[in-house]
């Protein structure tokens, strides 16, 4: 589902295909803050609701589109990555449910399939005429492979923008968000935010969709 674009956070005002790479390991159990026990994944689904309900109300051609439109969803965990379809608030419950948390964080499968899922629904067009592709990854830690990560989109460029959305807290948390700003601090059209220890799903989707709405 395309949407527009928003100078404010450094990505082009110009019409854009966000997707969204959602961490599944088993660390999204733990819970959010050491202050609250909720589980990550619980905090993110009430987050991804409120953004793929503002993002519906927006989409004049999600009633047109197969699924009924909606937020496009990679997962990944343990080297594995799975295109889940669409994510909407038809849909959302339905899907969230059937997703197995559990595995170690390694993002670079995600991230190949990511691109594969747009070239599939994009690549037929003319690359002056695509959406930009904006990649929104959320996770809660440091990447088995953040290296080989860093390198894949190293020459991120052009069309092709990535928001990494942290969540959790503590010393895990922290070298995570160490080593995604090293990969920001070289690359332009690399986003990190953090969201530690944030507890309220609504301060989480008001970020979100002031990076990709």
Known sequence: MAAPG???????????????????TGSMNYPTSATDKTPRKDTIREAISLVVDA???????AGHEEEGGGLRTV????????????????NLSQKWGQIRWAGGTRIVPGWNT??????DEFGQEPP????LLL??????????DTERFAQTISTAGGGVYIVVALIGY???HDRALASYR???????????ITFASETNPQIIADSLLRMIA
């Open 128 to 131: 002056d005429q695509r959406p």
């Open 114 to 119: 990511l691109i594969d899922t747009y070239q």
């Open 182 to 192: 090293a990969i920001e601090s070289g690359n332009a059209h690399v986003k990190v």
């Open 135 to 144: 990649g929104l990854v959320i996770t809660d830690g440091e990447a088995d």
């Open 55 to 61: 993002l519906g109300a927006e989409d004049s051609q």
């Open 75 to 90: 997962t990944f965990a343990d080297g594995q990555a799975h295109d889940i379809g669409d994510l909407n608030p038809a």
């Open 170 to 172: 503590g010393a895990e």
């Open 6 to 24: 928003d100078q404010s956070t450094g990505i082009p005002d110009v019409e854009k295909e966000p997707m969204l790479l959602l961490d599944t």
